[in-house]
């Protein structure tokens, strides 16, 4: 099997040929400068491993910085190279996404997973305290780390999804036994040993632009299918989508609005949190301003809008780089 340096070698290079092919040598040429330096790291867990892009120094302890739902560390390829150099950056796959180990046969996916796997990452690394950047999903399980272990965290910042979506019992009930159902039937597709389909490398851009309800720019696109695709075996100069599909049936969090609340009113460390405005709310709107007139209790929060979609920091990272940063600076500066 080929290291991740090789693979992303690999795809970088069937990249390139399409995108002469499509759109000539320049947009090939950008492929090959995606990010700054980074350092490829592999983090020890039970079923595997988690793997990651470290940015920066390995002496200081760097912020931890993690994605959306089925996307990967690429999330951050845009927005790394304008942090504030005097500080690490450590972008890591989720599991069952990018690079890292998925989770054993027979195990579903749940939110509460990767809040686990920070208490993990700290161990690893012998961190007593923690400096969260997430997005999407990350966003609200930083909002829940944030909250059961206010005395780890010394910096959280939020993108876009400020803390775990209220659903109404209706709503609940039936994602539950609708989950349930579709990860037998995917455990029974992977049982099966069938190779996903396979795509050329328009067609993988064109398939996740959609996929993201048009939030991932097209030419953004190629910094998550660097992590999220393998090529295929049986059709040169294809790729399939490499992520564990039982992702898509992965559990979420049933909070009641009390619990959320309550959540809110535990977090004490400096928070930042920057809503992208083209981007939905993902629930009654009610339940979030009722956590933000919680949140606006704490005098170390720091509430920010920006205009974009829900990948903003991707797309234009520009336009949260320097909100970040002066955040940053006050927090844990040079």
Known sequence: MKGPRSLLSLLASGAQQSLRHAHGQSSANNLKALTKHYE???????????????YGPKHVRPILAMHGWQDNAGTFDTLAPLLPNHLPLLSIDAPGHGLSSWLPNGVMY???DYVHMILRIMEEYNWDKVSILGHSMSSFNGFVFSAL??????????LDILKPPIRNSKQIVDALSERLEGSMKLERRLRSGGEPPAYEWDQLVERLHQGSNKSIDMEACKYLLQRNVKPSSHEPHKYYFSRDNRLKTSQFYTLSLEVVLEMAARIKAPHLFIKALQAPYYEDKKYYDATMEVLRKNPLFEYQEVEGSHHVHLNEPEKVAHIINSFINRCRPL
């Not at 790291?41 to 892009?53: F, L, Q, R, T, Y």
Request: charged residues 20%.
């Open 40 to 54: 490829e790291v592999s983090i020890p867990v039970p079923w595997g491993h988690i793997a990651g892009k470290w």
């Open 110 to 112: 749940h939110s509460i």
């Open 149 to 158: 272990f206010p005395d780890k965290v010394d910096m959280f910042i939020g």
